[in-house]
């Protein structure tokens, strides 16, 4: 039986993908197309919290609730919290297919990992958008100072 | 073996001779390292987002209860420990973008060596601003 075996270089056709979504590229799309964005999110996140003003020193209770008293905030930080968690859970991903020699450490991981990204968005955003930044029967002097003025 | 160098092997020998592997191979230069810091400064930011989701929600449970986490973390072992998150989160960021230009630009694999110690000389800078300003913050925040 004779074998052809190409010339190396020579062109060559990719097989073609069978009909479907080709989910690895548009993860490696997203992957930098959400970086860029948290690249900005996450410095001025950074920026407000923890360079302007006292930095540190001024984030309490009453901080965040002026913050998120302000819809800008909230988009702000919800866009950040879906966009970070994708983002950091898929590069994860990534590791554990890298370093995870067997199929159900690996099944075991990522099924760690997608639930702790649908637990948390799920938790973060309902944060975000119930909070309530002058709850009844608080102790005034641990809110915002708009709370005590009505 | 088809490439020519002088220096790499011993005549006659796979063994190479200098400290590592030299010529257009990947490992052990730049290439490799930010690789590395990429992934490290990666894992870090992810276990460290998962954490900082669950202590921002306590604001739902009570003021005190948030004021109560928040205020273990103003300390100075915090205090480095956030220095060091700020450092991750600019090298991640830098080598993001360096990774992004060696995707999408023409010339960016030319560059890439060159990119990397832009993102090193950028993460000097941006840590020369910040450090100073939020070590102030920590420091001057005991005794109070």
Avoid at chain 1, 37 to 50: A, P, Y
Avoid at chain 2, 81 to 110: C, M, Q, S
Wanted: proline residues 5%.
């Amino acid at each position: 039986m004779s074998t052809t075996i190409e010339a190396p270089r020579s062109p060559y056709s990719r097989a073609p993908r069978s009909r479907g979504v080709n989910w690895e590229k548009w993860g490696w799309m997203y992957m930098r197309a959400s970086g860029l964005v948290l690249v900005v999110l996450i410095f001025g996140h950074l920026i407000v919290n923890l360079v302007l003003g006292d930095g540190i020193k001024a984030i309490d209770f009453a901080f965040v609730g002026g913050k998120w008293s302000n819809p800008f905030w909230q988009v702000w930080d919800c866009l950040m919290l879906w966009l970070a968690m994708i983002h950091g859970a898929n590069g994860m991903r990534t590791l554990v297919n890298d370093y995870a020699s067997h199929r159900t450490t690996r099944g075991i991981l990522k099924g760690a990992l997608l639930f702790s990204v649908i637990v948390l968005i799920t938790l973060g955003t309902l944060v975000i958008f119930t909070f309530d930044p002058c709850p009844a029967g608080a102790p005034a002097d641990l809110l915002a100072s708009f709370c005590s003025a009505s | 073996m088809s490439r020519t160098e002088t220096g790499t092997h011993a005549p006659g020998s796979l063994a190479p001779t200098g400290k590592r592997p030299q010529g257009t191979l990947y490992r052990g230069r730049e290439g490799m390292w930010s690789w590395v810091l990429h992934r490290i400064t990666g894992i870090a930011i992810f276990f460290f987002l998962l954490v900082h989701i669950l202590d921002t929600a306590l604001v739902r449970v009570a003021p005190e209860a948030y004021n109560a986490v928040m205020s273990t973390y103003k300390n100075p072992i915090m205090g480095l420990g956030e220095t060091a998150l700020v450092g991750a989160i600019a090298f991640h960021a830098y080598n993001g973008i360096r990774i992004i230009l060696i995707d999408f630009w023409t010339k960016g694999p030319k560059y890439q060596k060159v990119m990397f110690y832009v993102v090193i000389g950028l993460w000097v800078v941006t840590m020369a601003g910040f450090v100073p300003r939020h070590l102030i913050n920590v420091f001057s925040e005991m005794g109070h």
